[in-house]
């Protein structure tokens, strides 16, 4: 059994960054991609990031793109979204996700197999 451990949320100003993580238990973390997804009030879940096994492909959502960057350290069997120029919008509970195979794309057309509790961002202006 898989566990995902997000942790990093918190409330800040526009403009500010902040840095979420996710820590893996279980053997072959570095096998798999990984994702970061949101789910703001009264919305769908929506993709974020994903970056794939080895961490030398990443894939960004468009409302992501250019602001957030994700990464994995393998050895921690930990993936980081480092979020900047963070907007009110950006406010959601955010999720990390394992996919069930090792590219970017299994995270983004596949159905992650295992999922974190999720950590709140607020972000007010």
């Known amino acids: 059994q898989v566990q995902l451990v997000e942790s990093g949320g918190g409330v800040v100003q526009a403009g500010d960054s902040l840095r979420l993580s996710c820590t893996a238990s279980g053997r072959s973390f570095s096998n798999y991609a990984m994702g970061w997804f949101r789910q703001a009030p009264g919305k769908e879940r929506e993709f974020v990031a994903a970056i794939n096994w080895g961490g030398g492909v990443t894939y960004y959502s468009d409302s992501a793109k250019g602001r957030f960057t994700i990464s994995r350290d393998n050895g921690k069997n930990t993936v980081y979204l480092q979020m900047g120029s963070l907007k009110p919008e950006d406010t959601a509970v955010y999720y990390c996700?394992?996919?069930?195979?090792?590219?970017?794309?299994?995270?983004?057309?596949?159905?992650?197999?295992?999922w974190g509790q999720g950590t709140q961002v607020t972000v007010f202006s």
């Open positions: 996700a394992r996919s069930s195979g090792s590219s970017t794309t299994d995270v983004v057309q596949g159905i992650p197999d295992y």
